[in-house]
């Protein structure tokens, strides 16, 4: 039981929630371009499915009283690197600064490790996502590297910083 939030199954019951919350560019500037912006309905019942449909489960809602506002994954890594995953995560921007994402990173930092006898879980957030970065620090993830200029986000270059958490 977490203190601020529920880390939860997808339920296509969530779309429209999910649709509001994900429709907003300060979400988007910080995530791979694969999300898209504007956000549609389409988006939102497309999204739910595949993430119902792969198995096995990897990314969850994030729940404040029931209603599903952010999103927590993980992409287990092929061939040598299985012992491996990249962990992502986004929540709706009313809830910032609450301590809700920081709890479930913990959360599903712990079960991805558990479930799948993994030995490191890391994430690349863009260098200036200082709210990102603050919240692997807090979770227990290590800065390793600044991957200089290795991405473009809404045509800028930019660095991305490397964490991980070593199991
Ligand atoms: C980044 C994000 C997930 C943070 O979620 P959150 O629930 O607000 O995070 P928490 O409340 O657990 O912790 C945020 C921490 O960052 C700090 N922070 C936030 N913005 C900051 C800024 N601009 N400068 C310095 N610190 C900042 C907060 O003070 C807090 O740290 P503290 O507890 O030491 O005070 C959320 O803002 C988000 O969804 N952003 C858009 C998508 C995204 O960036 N996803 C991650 C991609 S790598």
Known sequence: MLKTCDVRSWRTSDADSLLRHANNRNIWLNLRDAFPHPYTKHD???????????TPETT???AVDDEAV?????VLRPDVERVSAEIGYWLAEPFWGRGITTEALIALTKYAIGTHGLTRIYALPFAWNVGSCRVLEKAGYVLEAR???SAIKDGQITDQMQYAYIA
């Open 60 to 62: 969850f809602a994030i």
């Open 70 to 74: 952010g999103s927590v994954g993980f």
């Open 147 to 149: 991957l200089r200029r």
């Open 44 to 54: 939102a019942r497309a999204y739910i499915r595949s993430v119902r449909e792969r």
